[in-house]
T-cell receptor, first 113, second 111 residues
Framework: DGGITQSPKYLFRKEGQNVTLSCEQNLNHDAMYWYRQDPGQGLRLIYYSQIVNDFQKGDIAEGYSVSREKKESFPLTVTSAQKNPTAFYLC????????????FGPGTRLTVL | KQEVTQIPAALSVPEGENLVLNCSFTDSAIYNLQWFRQDPGKGLTSLLLIQSSQREQTSGRLNASLDKSSGRSTLYIAASQPGDSATYLCAVNTNAGKSTFGDGTTLTVKP
């Protein structure tokens, strides 16, 4: 089955720790995205990548980092510099840009203890 | 800066009713608009994508319309069912390659 997988589903982080969220897709899509969702709110773009080995900051990139070494994978690292990381994180992909339909993974809920 | 607003924030209707969800945006220079459904604690499911050159798109009981000049889109749901209960989000995509999401409308369909 084609789709987007995210792991883990739930993640707990102690203050001062870096954590990495996984996102993998087998849709052969060039573009991938990371969004953050807070309760009762829409999605805010953290980072996006339109091609391997290239990525751009979104609206709220501070305290986050990404890599795009493979077309299928776009991991997100939440660093200790992110002061309020507790949120629901969603990964998405599209054929080559938001000009095309975006498809989403099931999400990772991150909680800071 | 693009701003997307969805009103109302919550809507409760009896089963079988036809309903309309609204999405408005401030910058009419959009490339397309996408409607999503989100169940609690889950990811987003794409419902309809409507290009800037289109006036409407239909899928089953769903119909999305787009009026770029007035900065509005509507999602019409016919003959609502309890299984339609979810949060519905719209996302506006600009030529800059970014998506701006509304905060969503939470729909409850009562049996």
């Amino acid at each position: 089955d084609g789709g987007i997988t995210q792991s883990p589903k739930y993640l707990f982080r102690k203050e001062g720790q870096n954590v990495t969220l996984s996102c993998e897709q087998n849709l052969n899509h060039d573009a991938m995205y990371w969004y953050r969702q807070d309760p009762g709110q829409g999605l805010r773009l953290i980072y996006y990548s339109q091609i391997v080995n290239d990525f751009q900051k979104g609206d709220i990139a501070e305290g986050y980092s990404v890599s795009r070494e493979k077309k299928e994978s776009f991991p997100l690292t939440v660093t200790s510099a992110q002061k309020n990381p507790t949120a629901f994180y969603l990964c998405a992909s599209s054929i080559n840009s938001p000009y095309n339909e975006q498809f989403f993974g099931p999400g990772t809920r991150l909680t800071v203890l | 800066k693009q701003e997307v607003t969805q009103i109302p924030a919550a809507l409760s209707v009896p089963e079988g009713e036809n309903l309309v969800l609204n999405c408005s945006f401030t910058d009419s220079a959009i490339y397309n608009l996408q409607w999503f459904r989100q169940d609690p604690g889950k990811g987003l499911t794409s419902l309809l994508l409507i290009q800037s050159s289109q006036r409407e798109q239909t899928s089953g009981r769903l119909n999305a319309s787009l009026d770029k000049s007035s900065g509005r889109s509507t999602l019409y749901i016919a003959a609502s069912q309890p299984g339609d209960s979810a949060t519905y989000l719209c996302a506006v995509n600009t030529n800059a390659g970014k998506s701006t999401f509304g905060d969503g409308t939470t729909l409850t369909v009562k049996p």
